[in-house]
């Protein structure tokens, strides 16, 4: 899994603190991206009851939105049996809680959860 994380880190590009030359707040927003709606349609039935779900929104920069899609297909094979209880943006960086998963995989959460911040997204 740390392995995969790597790779998705620099498949996509992902470095912390690259995102935003400047604060996005206050800017006007579109609609829901296309990529945030397939990452919705895909795992929201792997949310575990009463918890938070996945509640990202805008501004987030759209590569996230892939790399959880992908990262989600990569857990799934090691752990068949995985839940959701949290993904969403805190304190600048993106912040996922996932259920019966093996140390490996929590290890992966953590790599890319270090490069998928950016302090332009601390308001």
């Not at 470095?15 to 795992?43: F, H, M, V």
């Not at 918890?51 to 857990?75: A, K, T």
């Amino acid at each position: 899994m740390k392995n995969f994380a790597l790779k998705l880190i620099k498949k996509h590009k992902l470095k912390r603190d690259k995102y935003y030359k400047k604060s996005p707040y206050g800017q006007q927003w579109g609609t829901i991206s296309e990529d945030e709606l397939k990452l919705l349609a895909n795992w929201t039935p792997r949310v575990a009851p009463g918890w938070y779900g996945i509640s990202i929104g805008n501004p987030c920069p759209i590569s996230w939105f892939r790399v959880l899609d992908e990262f989600f297909i990569e857990v799934e094979k090691y752990n068949p049996e995985f839940q959701i209880c949290q993904v969403k943006l805190k304190l600048g960086g993106l912040r996922i809680y996932l259920d019966k998963i093996n140390k490996e995989t929590q290890e992966a959460i953590y790599l890319l959860e270090g490069e998928m911040f950016d302090n332009n997204l601390i308001y």
